[in-house]
Each structure stands twice: as structure tokens, then as C-alpha cells.
């Protein structure tokens, strides 16, 4: 159950997972350490803790995860970066072997899993973390409302709405065939004016994650330079909630999935999308594959 999850494709080639129960030769078992995983571009003014989560509320529950980052949203805060920071930030490419086999992949799944405290509150949104791509340092860049050089950059982060309502929340070059593909996802996708592509609200919701563990896999399939045949699916707990085709994902050879931006918070970036209480989440099963 915790392979078909965190992996939801058939053919892979090789990978790795922090997650302990999975027994499979192509997948690299690492322990959750930020050194082993590659993370870096750590925002200062928060922290990933590893802890022993709580409890699933949910019985029998054989597999919970015994260790995990948390992340702390207090009463106020956005994001890690504003005047009361909240939830964390930072990048994660993997261990060396599968950092540098990623740099030449076209298609990957990146997956995790998350459990929120018992009595979350929603507020207006927050982001999850997601796939992240481009050009060298322009990778970094695609969130916030960035509009310059969007093609030289992807960013793919889950997001919660009010009621915790699901959606893909997506920084994809700017082109018309990739909006149209994209807003055409049911069963309601929104462009943002100033920032990304809401894609998909509603396909899925987070309430599940509510004092119980959820797998969110995502796999990006970059385009044959020239054409528009770039892919992205979204799962949640082995369930495939959305699906786009059809995208230009990258102009040249030189534009290469990541890895993960592991970043959370309540946000918007303005107060009333501020967490109405101190709140928790937990992270763990960082896992990663490539399929070509």
C-alpha cells in the first residue's frame, strides 16, 4: 500500500525514499536527514524539526510513520519570511545518485506524505510542497507572483482552500497552449491575474489529512524540445484527481526537474490569510523516482 502511494506508476528506474517499509531494489532506503536528502536554500526564520509524530486518529493504522519534520504555523503567521513566520522553506534535490540522474531525466514522481493536527483550521489557503524545475538558478524563482522568465522555470505546489478544498497550484512558463490546458482541468481552474494557475479545485480535499496520514505523489514529464506534449498528474493516496497534457514545459535540454520545494505555509500573503491558531503538520516518506 505504502509503494502503490508514495510510487502510483508501474515502470521506474530508480529512486529513493526515506520510507522504511518499502522493499524494492531500485528505491534507495535514506534516513530523514537534510544532508542525505540534498536540501538546501533553508529560510532562516523557521524550522523542520525531525520529531515523533502523534498518533493517527484512525486505528490499525500499521504503517504511520515513526519519525517526521513538523512544521509550525503560529496564530498570525503567512509564510516563513513574513513578520510572524510560519511553516517552513527549502529545497530538496535528493542524494547525490539520484540528484545527478534527475538532471537528465524527463519524467519523475516526487512524493510525501502529511498528516495535520486534529482540530486544523483551514483559514482562506495554504501551500504544500511540490515539484520545482528550470534553468539554473531561475528554478528557484518561480513563485511570488514572478512573471519574468517563466520559461526558465516550473513550480508545482499543492494548495488547500477554505473548507480544505484541494487544487494544483501551478508557475508554468507563459504561454497560451499551457493556460488553455490547464484551465480547461475540472472541475474549476482559475488563472490568478498576479501569480500562478489554480488548477483542478475541488478534484480532491485535505480533510483526510486531519489527524491521519495522506501520500501526495506528483509526476512532471517534461515536453520533446519543440512541441507541447508535457505532462503532469497529481495523486493522493494512489487516487489520480488531476491530469493535464498538452504543455510546454521547457525550451531546451538545459531545463531539468529539481527536486522538491518543500515550503508550507498559511498564504496569500496578506493577513487574512493568516492561521487562526497556533497549528502542526508532519512530513515524512520523501520519496522520488525516475521513470525516464
Known amino acids: 500500500m505504502v509503494l502503490s502511494h508514495l510510487v502510483p506508476v508501474k515502470i521506474f528506474e530508480t529512486g529513493f525514499s526515506t520510507a522504511p517499509s518499502i522493499d524494492d ?59 510572524i513566520p510560519g511553516g517552513f522553506s527549502f529545497y530538496l534535490s535528493g542524494p547525490p545518485e539520484f540528484k545527478a540522474r534527475l538532471a537528465s531525466a524527463t519524467e519523475a514522481v516526487l512524493s510525501y506524505r502529511v498528516m495535520l493536527q486534529d482540530d486544523w483550521e483551514w483559514a482562506k489557503g495554504g501551500k504544500l510542497p511540490g515539484p520545482f524545475g528550470g534553468v539554473d538558478d531561475s528554478a528557484y524563482s518561480c513563485s511570488g507572483g514572478r512573471k519574468e522568465q517563466r520559461c526558465r522555470c516550473i513550480g508545482l505546489r499543492p494548495m488547500w482552500r477554505s473548507n480544505g478544498v484541494g487544487e ?83 525550451e531546451s535540454d538545459a531545463h531539468s526537474i529539481r527536486g522538491i520545494q518543500f515550503q508550507t505555509f498559511f498564504g496569500g500573503h496578506t493577513p487574512e490569510w493568516a492561521s487562526p491558531k497556533d497549528q502542526r503538520a508532519w512530513f515524512a516518506d520523501i520519496t522520488g523516482v525516475i521513470v525516464t
Open 168 to 250: 494544483l497550484y501551478t508557475y508554468l512558463p507563459l504561454t497560451e497552449r499551457n493556460s488553455s490546458q490547464q484551465l480547461k482541468v475540472p472541475p474549476l481552474s482559475v488563472e490568478n491575474p498576479d501569480y500562478g494557475i489554480s488548477v483542478g479545485r475541488g478534484s480532491f480535499d485535505f480533510n483526510s489529512a486531519v489527524g491521519n496520514w495522506i501520500t501526495i505523489a506528483i509526476r512532471t514529464k517534461l515536453n520533446d524540445i519543440g512541441a507541447e506534449n508535457g505532462e503532469v498528474e497529481v495523486w493522493i493516496d494512489g487516487r489520480r484527481v488531476i491530469s493535464i497534457d498538452g504543455l510546454m514545459l521547457r
Open 25 to 83: 531494489n531500485r528505491i534507495l532506503c535514506c534516513p530523514l536527514d537534510d544532508r542525505v536528502l540534498g536540501v538546501h536554500k533553508v529560510a532562516s526564520k523557521t524550522q523542520h524539526r525531525t520529531v515523533q509524530p502523534p498518533g493517527p486518529s484512525k486505528q490499525g493504522i500499521s504503517d504511520a510513520p515513526k519519525l517526521a519534520w513538523e512544521a509550525f504555523y503560529p496564530e498570525g503567521s503567512i509564510n516563513p519570511s513574513a513578520p
